[in-house]
């Protein structure tokens, strides 16, 4: 079975890379694809959160689970203000 | 945009990502000076510019200590608990403050950054104590060929530290390493190789709270975005696969030096007295 700390490193690297490829193609496709690029890089380390909450949730921790989703919903909270 | 200006950043990206990896200084304080005060760049934008490198820079580094499980993952969520509604809030007021308040802070930041680089990082003085919410941890030293165990001291001191660290990331733009790795290594007795890494992870998503104020807010500039993040991400890569991390106590002075002539800079750019 693949570790967890695999998983994460993987999504990490993929992340990267693929805002990295999106935000090259955008100099030439244009100010959306840009905006696409930047939001892949900004939710790279969020989908990290999302995947240690998997974690603790598969090992059965439920408080680390608990105060995971704390974390993962103040992230939320935070996208969707508007002031 | 320009050409000439999509090189230089990129260029500068690459050495600030080189040089933040080689020093653990992450490189969102040299993009941030290097987007005011050498480009001009009004500091929210700036702030906006950093947070995105900052991210960039610690995924990069991220997949490396992850895999060789040095993050404490635990550690790092009940420490977000606090960090990350700080970033939030801190992100929140920067955008109603004005530039030169920033700066002002910026400057200040910059003054703890030096004092910060000039003390070292305290060595494994390892302290085990009651571990009653489970956040202590252990890691393989590849160096004594030993696992390393230890528990986190002084939590609730730890914790209003991380909180006041998210306001400041979401402030002044940086994801706050320079924050973090002390608050774990000098105050809760984390080994320095678990602060370094489980920080690494912390900074990347309070880096990214803040960065997603900016971001729906519009501050952040797309075109300067391209190669901001790639240099970083390049850079970032040579630091941490060619480079060797160092320890040479002439570079942290070095490096002290030249943070407190940028805070005095800085200084003086908040109270008018820079114009250009």
């Not at chain 1, 994460?8 to 696409?36: C, D, F, K, M, Q």
């Not at chain 2, 790795?181 to 007795?189: H, L």
Request: proline residues 3%; contains cysteine.
């Amino acid at each position: 079975m693949v570790s967890a700390e695999t998983t994460i490193s993987w999504v990490l690297r993929i992340g990267v890379l693929l805002s990295a490829i999106t935000l090259i193609a955008g100099v030439s496709l244009g100010e959306p694809i840009l905006w696409l690029g930047a939001l892949i890089l900004i939710l790279t380390p969020f989908l990290r959160v999302f995947f240690a909450a998997l974690y603790f949730l598969l090992h059965k921790d439920m408080r680390f689970f608990v105060i995971t989703l704390y974390v993962i919903l103040i992230l939320v909270i935070g996208s969707l203000l508007k002031f | 945009m320009e050409f000439m200006l999509f090189l230089l950043i990129l260029l500068f990206g690459i050495f600030a990502g080189a040089l933040g990896a080689t020093l653990g200084l992450g490189g969102g304080i040299l993009m941030l000076l290097f987007f005011t005060l050498a480009l001009n760049i009004p500091i929210h934008r700036a702030v906006a510019l950093s947070l995105l490198a900052v991210i960039a820079s610690s995924s990069m580094a991220g997949s490396v200590y992850v895999r060789d499980k040095m993050t404490n993952i635990r550690l790092a969520m009940v420490l977000e608990t606090c960090t990350v509604p700080g970033a939030v809030l801190g992100a929140f007021l920067a955008l109603t403050m004005p530039g030169r308040y920033i700066e002002a802070i910026l400057a200040a930041v910059l003054i703890y950054a030096a004092i910060i680089s000039f003390r070292q990082a305290k060595s494994e003085k390892i302290i085990l104590c009651e571990d009653r919410l489970g956040i202590g941890g252990e890691y393989y030293d590849e160096a004594k060929k030993t696992t390393v165990r230890y528990s986190a001291d002084r939590l609730k001191t730890g914790l209003f530290a991380s909180f006041l660290a998210g306001i400041v990331s979401g402030v002044v733009g940086i994801g706050g390493g320079i924050i973090k790795v002390p608050i774990m290594n000098f105050i809760m007795k984390i080994p320095i190789k678990a602060s370094a890494a489980t920080s690494n992870f912390m900074v990347g998503v309070t880096a990214a709270a803040s960065a997603v104020v900016y971001f729906s807010k519009g501050v952040l500039d797309l075109q300067m975005s391209v190669p901001n993040v790639l240099g970083i991400m390049v850079g970032a890569y040579i630091g941490t696969r060619l480079l060797a991390q160092t320890q040479s106590p002439y570079l942290r002075i070095l490096l002290g030096l030249v943070l407190l002539f940028f805070s005095f800079v800085m200084f003086l750019k908040a109270g008018g007295a820079l114009v250009w």
